[in-house]
């Protein structure tokens, strides 16, 4: 085993192969930027990127991140797969100062629009969470059983979902 490896760092070709072996640390920045809506260093958004110094497992599965604080001073990351890990990343301009005031409150009557490439489907809803314009809050629409999605508060009563 040491001898290939030997043999790959002389060749330079470990490079890649390692790097494999921790998480995206930028795909973390990326993650926390589109949950908050707002920028790296901005108000609202991730006060400084992910310490480069960290050697997270790869997560395999996409990332789970929700609201942390009484505040939402910071953003949980969460890698939800067996042996996964969990990251707080504090939030630039947290606090009440820098809050903004709630467009949607929890248990609001909401209109939940998914919109795609060309089309744009909406339905009643009910805010899970309370939430700034920007802010992405907890929905579910009006349907028995219908799950619970993550949407965009675009302004008050409406929130969006964008597909890929």
């Known amino acids: 085993m040491i001898r290939p490896l030997a043999t790959l760092l002389a060749l330079g070709l470990a490079a890649p192969v390692l790097a494999q072996a921790t998480a995206d640390l930028d795909g973390v920045d990326r993650a926390v930027a589109q949950f908050t809506g707002a920028p790296l260093g901005q108000p609202g958004g991730a006060a400084m990127p992910t310490d480069r110094r960290l050697r997270l497992a790869p997560c395999r599965v996409p990332l789970a991140l929700s609201w942390h604080g009484l505040r939402r001073e910071s953003v949980e990351v969460l890698c939800p797969m067996p042996g996964g890990w969990r990251l707080y990343v504090p939030l630039a301009g947290a606090g009440p100062a820098a809050r903004q005031s ?8 909401v209109t939940v629009t998914v919109m795609g490439q060309g089309f744009a489907v909406s339905q009643s809803g009910e805010a899970l969470e309370s939430g700034p314009v920007g802010a992405w809050i907890k929905v579910r629409t009006v349907n028995a059983g219908a799950p619970v999605l993550r949407g965009k508060v675009l302004r008050p009563g409406a929130v969006g979902i964008d597909l890929p």
């Open 102 to 109: 709630d467009a949607i409150t929890r248990g609001d009557a």
